[in-house]
């Protein structure tokens, strides 16, 4: 179910709520009837999947509850997220409510010097094969995160399709490809497991060399979820090794 199309649950319409990047907080619903009767929300999908993997075990979360009043759900993250206090009544009021934020609000930083602390960071070199790129997945214009609005993007001159790979002139020649041809992403890992995207349109574009770029969620399929980023343990799905074959006709 997308965000635009009314969710009707148990106990009645439900809404979400969504964080801005300036940490303001307001309600999100949709307006439309959805395209399809059998249509599950996001939230749904992950209380029944709890439910399902849970098999009848005792738990304190009550995911049935969550499924049918979204309120329940707000109600846990207000006893737990700073700013949160009082969530279903903030987030009903017009404009919604912004989160507190130190530096923000009062110039202030938890540190030991109740300043902020810069720091030096080094710089890691990602090693490639030869023959191969290093691709970064991203968002286009029309996208929000996994919800795609359209298949243009204005951003890179991207009309009527989402299937591309942008790679610099420099290393479509060095490959031997041209601009506008078809290949086959591989993606390269110590697994050797096959992970590929087929028939996708390469598209010269002023990146890195060495580097490529395709869209997401489309490029998820190439990145390992055993290669993670240190600290945060998150898949490196900015840094995937991969190689670029043409794709049969």
């Not at 509850?65 to 987030?91: M, P, Q, T, W």
């Not at 968002?139 to 890179?156: A, E, L, P």
């Not at 395709?214 to 390992?224: D, F, H, I, S, T």
């Amino acid at each position: 179910m997308g965000r635009t199309e009314i969710d009707m649950q148990a106990s009645g319409p439900q809404f979400v709520s969504v964080e801005d990047t300036v940490c303001a907080v307001h309600a999100s619903h949709g307006t439309v009837r959805p395209v399809a009767p059998n249509l599950l929300s996001e939230v749904a999908i992950i209380s029944r999947l709890a439910r399902a993997t849970l098999d009848g075990k005792a738990t304190d979360a009550d995911w049935a509850g969550f499924e049918r009043n979204y309120d329940l759900i707000r109600d846990h993250i207000s006893h737990v997220v700073a700013g949160c206090e009082d969530y279903n009544r903030k987030i009903r009021q017009k404009g919604g409510f912004v989160l507190p934020n130190g530096p923000r609000d009062s110039r202030t930083f938890p540190t030991p010097t109740g300043k902020a602390i810069l720091t030096v960071n080094h710089l890691e070199h990602v090693e490639r094969p030869a023959g191969t790129l290093i691709l970064q997945s991203m968002r286009s214009h029309d996208q929000f995160n996994t919800t795609i609005y359209g298949n243009n993007d204005r951003y890179r001159g991207i009309k009527k399709g989402r299937d591309v790979v942008f790679v610099s002139p420099e290393d479509i020649a060095e490959l031997g490809l041209s601009d506008g041809q078809h290949v086959d992403i591989h993606g390269v890992y110590e697994d050797n497991v096959e992970r590929v995207l087929r028939k996708f349109r390469v598209v010269s574009y002023p990146t890195a060399r060495g580097c490529a770029a395709a869209y997401y969620p489309e490029a998820n399929v190439l990145v390992p979820l055993e290669s993670v980023a240190e600290g945060s343990n998150t898949p490196v799905s900015k840094a995937v090794i991969v190689r670029l074959e043409p794709s049969a006709a």
